[in-house]
T-cell receptor, first 110, second 113 residues
Framework: AQRVTQPEKLLSVFKGAPVELKCNYS??????LFWYVQYSRQRLQLLLR??SRESIKGFTADLNKGETSFHLKKPFAQEEDSAMYYC????????????FGQGTELSVKP | DTGVSQDPRHKITKRGQNVTFRCDPI?????LYWYRQTLGQGPEFLTY????????KSRLLSDRFSAERPKGSFSTLEIQRTEQGDSAMYLC???????????FGPGTRLTVL
């Protein structure tokens, strides 16, 4: 079965602290992994995808096929990072449809 | 073009009524996706179109649900005989092709009383 699991519903950190949002997936094959972010009162938007290997807004994510994980990391959290974060996968030959995790709310306190 | 738009943004209806939502994708995007999101959950895939062809429907899409994309432009999602369990945020997204980034609309929030 295809599944994305985000074990933490809420993650609260102080400004300047490191952040790691966990994502594990289940998929028989090599999926494409994504992180989407939704800031307050804004629409869902792509943060990063594993194939681009980019660092966006200081966030990085490494695909670990052995552990089937795609954790999102940032060394120093900022208050403006507070948002809902969703991990998602897209499988081959599946038309690009996304399978999302339940989401993790990140709260960065001053 | 300011992105994917959805109309209405909010809809309150009584159980048993029919509702229709509209999604306007970004111009020239040939793929259009519908997702549903309930409180505390991530979006769940419902269906998608490539141009005017509906290529996949999730088992979540019961026969009370129907989606169309005439002429490969805007899309409509209709729910017949609404039930309280249909209350959710309905999201639309579009992309240039399957390997490109999906851009999401603001969603239509449906409340069934």
């Amino acid at each position: 079965a295809q599944r994305v699991t985000q074990p933490e519903k809420l993650l609260s950190v102080f400004k300047g602290a490191p952040v790691e949002l966990k994502c594990n997936y289940s998929y028989s094959g090599s999926p494409e992994l994504f992180w989407y972010v939704q800031y307050s009162r804004q629409r869902l938007q792509l943060l990063l995808r594993h194939i681009s290997r980019e660092s966006i807004k200081g966030f990085t994510a490494d695909l670990n096929k052995g552990e089937t994980s795609f954790h999102l990391k940032k060394p120093f959290a900022q208050e403006e990072d507070s948002a809902m974060y969703y991990c998602a996968l897209s499988g081959h030959n599946q038309g690009g449809k996304l399978i999302f995790g339940q989401g993790t709310e990140l709260s960065v306190k001053p | 073009d300011t992105g994917v738009s959805q109309d209405p943004r909010h809809k309150i209806t009584k159980r048993g009524q029919n509702v229709t939502f509209r999604c306007d994708p970004i111009s020239e995007h040939n793929r259009l996706y519908w997702y549903r999101q309930t409180l505390g959950q991530g979006p769940e895939f419902l269906t998608y179109f490539q141009n005017e062809a509906q290529l996949e429907k999730s088992r979540l899409l019961s026969d009370r649900f129907s989606a169309e994309r005439p002429k490969g432009s805007f899309s409509t999602l209709e729910i017949q005989r609404t039930e309280q369990g249909d209350s959710a945020m309905y999201l639309c997204a579009s992309s240039l092709d399957r390997d490109r980034q999906q851009f999401f609309g603001p969603g239509t929030r449906l409340t069934v009383l």
